[in-house]
């Protein structure tokens, strides 16, 4: 009985310290970091409106560049650590993906992005796309009709909007 009690009163104990060290109440004291600067400053819902209308038409523009199966043009939509995991579960590399067009072994034809929602984050140089993919793959000179929801990151850097990462969920039919 003895020792339930002192246990009792350690958990009570321990409790009050942790409760004691939590957050510091605000001041109105001045602080010495710089509030606002262009570092961290969230941008104007303007700025992230422009910014998903950059990013829609970079799927534009790599959507263009699938269908034509130039695996150059393909390779600058990605970063240089770009990676994707895709409808078998395969994982991907910028390198791997275009060799993969540029030696025909895939083929891409009728490729179309749609029902794409483009969620920005708050400082306007990253956002996660989501949308549906359909066309048609050919792939060691088999065609089938590809339908796949995909999700993908997107960064912005120097050279503009690249994809990061994605992934590709095919769609079975009667889904």
């Known amino acids: 009985?003895?020792?339930r009690l002192?246990?009792?009163?350690?958990?009570?104990?321990?409790?009050?310290?942790f409760i004691s060290c939590g957050a510091p109440a605000a001041t109105n004291a001045p602080s010495n970091k710089a509030s606002n600067t262009a570092g961290n400053a969230a941008p104007k819902a303007a700025d992230t409106a422009a910014a998903e209308t950059e990013?829609?038409?970079?799927?534009?523009?790599?959507?263009?560049?699938?269908?034509?199966?130039d695996a150059d043009a393909i390779g600058k939509f990605y970063t240089d650590d770009y990676s994707l995991i895709d409808g078998n579960g395969q994982v991907q590399t910028k390198a791997s993906r275009t060799e993969q067009i540029r030696s025909g072994k895939v083929k891409l034809e009728g490729?179309?992005?749609?029902?794409?929602?483009?969620?920005?984050?708050?400082?306007?140089?990253a956002a996660v796309v989501t949308g549906k993919a359909s066309g048609k793959s050919t792939t060691d000179g088999k065609t089938e009709d590809v339908s796949s929801m995909v999700t993908w990151i997107v960064v912005k850097g120097a050279d503009g909007w690249k994809f990061s990462r994605a992934q590709i969920t095919n769609i079975k039919a009667g889904s």
Do not use: Q, Y
């Not at 990013?55 to 269908?67: G, P, R």
């Not at 992005?113 to 306007?124: E, L, Q, R, Y």
């Open 1 to 3: 009985m003895t020792n």
């Open 55 to 69: 990013v829609k038409k970079m799927m534009d523009d790599f959507s263009a560049a699938l269908n034509k199966n």
């Open 6 to 17: 002192i246990a009792t009163a350690l958990v009570a104990l321990s409790s009050l310290v």
């Open 111 to 125: 490729v179309k992005f749609g029902d794409m929602k483009v969620s920005m984050h708050p400082t306007g140089d």
